[in-house]
């Protein structure tokens, strides 16, 4: 799982699945963590703890807490795994 | 009255009926009477004040239970499985001269170099020359047990005649136990659930169908259908996998037990109601305790399944009131509860009054069944947000791959304290951790989703089946 389709692909399964009620509409890779409706610190550590689950790496602190979008979450993952 | 007198008026009543069968062997009322005097009078000789007893289920062991307190010595009970280092600081604490053991025992303690109080195995007690009427002293204390629970410091807890005289009492007029009863008790004797088992048993003058263990499910049903037997105590794990027998053979087997005694461990669901309905004519029953207020609770299970989650309600002549101020903590005061610990005065610090703080947590409801929620040490707190980990157990078993779990919390720097989980899964599960972490989304807040996630071979817990949180945080 390594192209970055695949990494996406990844990434919005894990949004949506975190996100429950949220929308294909709803959902950008800009979007920023304050325009979504439920993105507290709790949602933080559940995306964060999926996303070192599913892809097998590990955040540190700073880049666990400095994540406030899709996008830098793919970067951060992408930086993991290259 | 103390076990004695029971044990000496049954031998008079019921003098050829057996009291015990184990294995190959069987001892009737007048047998174990005899037996018992003999042991007693031998172990007098010794002047020792307290004795270690450590065996395996066995007769010797209950015949070296009540020999050591007819000749008025307190009985240290000691699991078999126990390191070195906890039997020498236990030995120390309860100043015991003298071990008596099992041959199993012996091969395995006899080579513990810290050990260095006389070890004498049952065959060694050999009968007294003669048997003279002799004064035998009394003492208040029948046994004393450490027990660490599932918390972290073991405690002695001496418990008196009259606690268990009060909880045996309880207990027969509660579950309506009778001569008539034959009592199928897999149960380690040396943990008060199943020694209580023992004191309900001789005090009644029924029979005990005494195993070694609970491990072979076939063997426990073929003794309750040859004994025909009419109670049953068990561990609720061992309950839940006897629900994996088809259910008519369970109906068939089971179709003269009017009693199922179980502990507090949480039951599942499940299996109350598979029991429920295997039980054509007879009930599931639990209760609440501790070794330091055994049996301060009954529940026995009916047709309502409305408090399916309830330990019950509290014993006659036992009150229970819950701490608003301290997590809700669980405080219990009648004649079950002990009055100090055993030489240890920060511990007596939980006995005020004479109620007992438990260190468990729960509510009463309007007709005070009592729910019991977990340790006040276990709650996890993330972020203020207070989870109670059987919660988030519960939700991980629902995962077909899921043999067992356990949740406890651990350090974080930005929530004070996260989840993490100990996962069994079955052998060639392909289960992997996002499976785990999606279903935790769908099925819990989202301050209860697990942080971390281990895959682990085995999880540490009582005897009871409790988990032993404090050894995995």
Redesign the interface.
């Known amino acids: 799982m390594n192209t970055n389709i695949e990494i996406k692909d990844e990434i919005k399964k894990i949004f949506f699945a975190v996100f429950q009620n949220m929308n294909e509409q709803e959902f950008s890779w800009e979007k920023q963590q304050k325009d979504f409706k439920n993105w507290d610190s709790f949602a933080q550590l559940n995306l964060i703890t999926l996303v070192e689950a599913k892809f097998d790496i590990s955040f540190s602190l700073d880049e666990a807490t400095e994540i406030k979008s899709a996008n830098e979450l793919f970067e951060c993952i992408k930086s993991h795994l290259t | 009255m103390n076990i004695i007198n029971y044990l000496e008026n049954n031998s008079k009543k019921y003098p050829e009926k057996n009291a015990i069968i184990f294995e190959n062997e069987k001892i009737s009322y007048k047998q174990l009477y005899n037996r018992v005097q003999n042991f007693s009078i031998t172990i007098s000789e010794l002047n020792k004040e307290v004795i270690s007893l450590i065996s395996e289920n066995s007769i010797s062991f209950i015949i070296s239970y009540l020999g050591i307190i007819k000749s008025g010595h307190i009985v240290h009970i000691v699991p078999p499985e126990i390191s070195e280092t906890n039997l020498d600081n236990q030995i120390k604490s309860a100043n015991s001269e003298l071990i008596i053991c099992s041959e199993n025992v012996f091969n395995n303690i006899s080579k513990y170099s810290k050990i260095k109080t006389q070890i004498l195995k049952f065959s060694e007690i050999k009968s007294p020359s003669k048997i003279d009427k002799i004064s035998l002293k009394e003492n208040p204390i029948a046994h004393l047990i450490f027990t660490s629970g599932t918390t972290s410091i073991p405690k002695g807890v001496g418990i008196s005649h009259t606690m268990l005289e009060f909880t045996t009492k309880n207990i027969v007029n509660v579950l309506g136990h009778t001569s008539s009863d034959i009592d199928i008790l897999p149960l380690p004797l040396y943990h008060s659930f199943g020694l209580g088992c023992v004191y309900t048993s001789i005090t009644v003058g029924s029979t005990i169908i005494l195993h070694k263990d609970a491990s072979n499910l076939q063997n426990l049903l073929n003794s309750i259908k040859k004994f025909k037997a009419t109670t049953f105590a068990a561990i609720p794990a061992t309950l839940t996998k006897f629900i994996k027998f088809e259910n008519s053979d369970l109906k068939n087997n089971f179709s003269n037990i009017r009693l199922i005694i179980t502990n507090s461990t949480s039951i599942p669901k499940n299996t109350i109601q598979t029991f429920r309905e295997i039980l054509v004519n007879g009930n599931l029953a639990t209760y609440y305790g501790l070794t330091e207020a055994s049996r301060s609770t009954f529940m026995i299970f009916q047709e309502d399944s409305s408090r399916d989650n309830s330990v019950g309600r509290p014993a006659p002549g036992v009150s229970i009131k819950i701490d608003d101020n301290s997590n809700n903590e669980i405080l219990i005061k009648g004649k079950n509860v002990i009055s100090k610990y055993w030489k240890n005065e920060n511990a007596d610090k939980n006995i005020i009054d004479e109620w007992l703080r438990t260190g468990d947590t729960g509510f009463l409801d309007n007709e005070n069944y009592l729910f019991l929620k977990v340790r006040k040490d276990d709650i996890i707190n993330?972020?203020g947000e207070k989870v109670i980990p059987m919660e988030v157990e519960e939700i991980v078993k629902q995962i077909p791959e899921v043999i067992d779990v356990a949740a406890f919390g651990i350090e974080n720097?930005?929530?004070g304290q996260?989840i993490k989980l100990h996962v069994i899964k079955s052998k060639e599960s392909n289960l992997?951790?996002?499976k785990i972490?999606?279903h935790c989304?769908?099925n819990l807040e989202?301050?209860k989703?697990?942080?971390?996630?281990e895959f682990v071979e085995k999880i540490p817990k009582t005897s009871y089946g409790k988990v032993k949180r404090f050894m995995l945080k």
């Open positions: 993330i972020g720097e930005i929530f996260v992997d951790k996002s972490l999606i989304i769908k989202k301050f989703i697990p942080n971390k996630i």
